[in-house]
């Protein structure tokens, strides 16, 4: 597994070893002691999360202020753009974001710590997206910040307006979201 640090700390890119020939492929898609001494970190992950979208559909900016979940993410079919927000008060990159292309052909997967509001944008015709959390879903603690927020600035490659959720539409303005301390 290789593993290759982005410009926020502690958000990492994950690259599985993928032994392939004419018939396929294979790779193991998370082991816990491979994951601890890639990255050094312990992570306990108590539920698996899998969802499909079209084309230009984006969710996010999501995330829990109690019962913070760390994630880990990948796709299985398709293309996402997918990105990471530090919204930690307290840290110096309070407010930059970083984003990475996921697919079922670079296998890549994003580690995004507590403390981080995430979300994604299909970028091909449809994306399978895989993710393992760290606690619980908690519908009454998740929050959303609005995904075109013009502090943060994120630059998502849309070439068209995208398809968003009721939730996404109405989420919050950056500088007036709950984040974290």
Known sequence: MKVTATELPGVLIIEPKVFGDERGFFYESFNARAFADAT????????????????????????????????????????????????????????????????????????????????????SEYAEFLYKTTDYYTPEAERCIRWDDSELNIDWQLSSPPTLSTKDQNGARFNEAEVFP
């Open 40 to 123: 050094g970190l312990q992570q306990q992950f108590v539920q698996d999360n899998h969802s499909r979208s079209q084309k230009g559909v984006l969710r996010g900016l999501h995330y829990q202020v109690q019962h913070a979940q760390g994630k880990l993410v990948r796709v299985t079919a398709g293309e996402v753009l997918d990105v990471a927000v530090d919204i930690r008060r307290s840290s110096p990159n309070f407010g930059k974001w970083a984003s990475v292309r996921l697919s079922a052909d670079n296998n890549r997967q994003l580690w995004i710590p507590p403390g981080f509001a995430h979300g994604f944008v299909v970028l």
